[in-house]
């Protein structure tokens, strides 16, 4: 079982965009947002968390947005993934590191995050 859990969205100044999105989707950060990142949520019901994540890549030359993949159980959507037409990518991860980084046939890359039951909910 998974299901979308975040749209992360790369941007090179985090509070600027925390601004600018919480106006537009009238969402709220989840928690304190830390320098370099931000969950937002909407401010009542229910939908997508947007990811605010810093790069330091210009758009025009890096692939700044993805989804990360909630998984019940990650091995085995990782190797389903692969088996429907999904890639390894290489990828350097920092310890303890709770997903994995696959890219679409198309080379579109996304995360598979091991999410347990959080991967069931909605």
């Known amino acids: 079982m998974m299901r979308i859990g975040s749209i992360v969205w790369g941007v090179r100044d985090v509070p600027r965009a925390i601004e600018f999105w919480t106006a537009v989707l009238d969402y709220r950060p989840l928690r304190e947002p830390d320098v370099d ?25 890096h692939q700044r947005h993805h989804l990360d993949l909630y998984a019940f159980d990650q091995d085995a959507e990782v ?3 692969l088996v429907l037409g999904a890639s390894t990518v290489d990828w350097d991860y920092e310890d303890g590191a709770d997903y994995v980084v696959l890219s679409d046939p198309d080379g579109n890359r996304f995360c598979v995050v091991a999410a347990g039951d959080a991967a069931r909910s909605q």
Request: glycine share 8%; no cysteine; hydrophobic share 40%.
């Open 37 to 61: 990142w931000a969950i937002l949520v909407p401010k009542e019901g229910r939908g997508p968390q947007l990811a605010i994540k810093e790069v330091t890549s210009p758009s025009a030359h």
């Open 79 to 81: 190797e389903r993934l």
